[in-house]
């Protein structure tokens, strides 16, 4: 009589089951981390439009007429301009500016402000404040004499105030120049 040898070849149950646990297991933490850098990228992405528009503020700022400009931030004593907070809107192609009517002369000569400082990239919006670095232009004497320093934060619109994360903004710093010297 032969006798056959049992063929214990492959695997059981238990082991496939086992494998699948551990695999599993270690799958969902690479899950975590891919989530985790999508997140990230989508923060870079939004950060990188966010310094390209205040590139283009600044790059817009920095055109414009210089004295009218001196006027406003040191001879009207405005540190920001901030259309939001200025009351200021869009009529009839026409910028108006209700609550503050010192701003209106000045701003109303600004072609295309509100475009600048209120863009749409990829279906979100931006809000451009100018900030006046009062600070930086040692009293408008010596080379401040030609020079304004600027600082030109953008933010995400809809975001709430709550939020001043730095995520969520960008700052750039340059200087208008007299025209005299550029």
């Given at each position: 009589?032969k006798?056959?040898?049992?063929?214990?070849e492959?695997?059981?149950l238990?082991e496939?089951?086992?494998?699948?646990?551990?695999?599993?297991?270690?799958?969902?933490?690479?899950?975590?981390?891919?989530?985790?850098?999508m997140?990230?990228?989508?923060?870079?992405?939004?950060?990188?439009v966010?310094?390209?528009?205040?590139?283009?503020?600044?790059?817009?700022?920095?055109k414009?007429?210089?004295s009218?400009?001196e006027i406003?931030?040191?001879?009207e004593?405005?540190?920001r301009?901030?259309?939001?907070?200025?009351?200021?809107?869009?009529t009839?192609?026409?910028?108006?500016?209700?609550?503050?009517?010192?701003?209106?002369?000045?701003?109303?000569?600004?072609?295309?402000?509100?475009?600048?400082?209120?863009p749409?990239?990829?279906?979100?919006?931006y809000?451009?404040?100018?900030?006046?670095?009062k600070?930086?232009a040692?009293?408008?004497v010596g080379?401040?004499?030609?020079l304004?320093?600027?600082?030109?934060?953008?933010?995400?619109?809809?975001?709430?105030?709550?939020?001043?994360?730095?995520r969520?903004?960008a700052n750039?710093?340059?200087?208008?120049?007299?025209?005299?010297?550029r």
């Amino acid at each position: 009589m032969k006798v056959r040898k049992s063929r214990d070849e492959g695997f059981t149950l238990i082991e496939v089951l086992g494998a699948t646990v551990i695999l599993s297991i270690a799958s969902l933490g690479m899950m975590a981390f891919f989530l985790h850098a999508m997140s990230y990228n989508k923060g870079n992405q939004n950060k990188t439009v966010m310094i390209n528009l205040a590139r283009n503020a600044l790059f817009y700022m920095e055109k414009q007429s210089f004295s009218d400009l001196e006027i406003y931030f040191r001879g009207e004593g405005h540190d920001r301009i901030d259309l939001l907070s200025s009351g200021c809107e869009v009529t009839a192609g026409n910028l108006m500016c209700g609550q503050d009517p010192s701003v209106q002369p000045i701003l109303s000569k600004l072609e295309g402000l509100w475009d600048v400082f209120y863009p749409e990239v990829n279906g979100k919006r931006y809000q451009v404040v100018v900030t006046y670095q009062k600070d930086l232009a040692d009293g408008g004497v010596g080379k401040f004499k030609y020079l304004l320093p600027i600082s030109v934060t953008v933010r995400e619109r809809d975001i709430s105030d709550i939020t001043n994360s730095r995520r969520y903004q960008a700052n750039v710093e340059g200087y208008i120049v007299h025209e005299s010297i550029r």
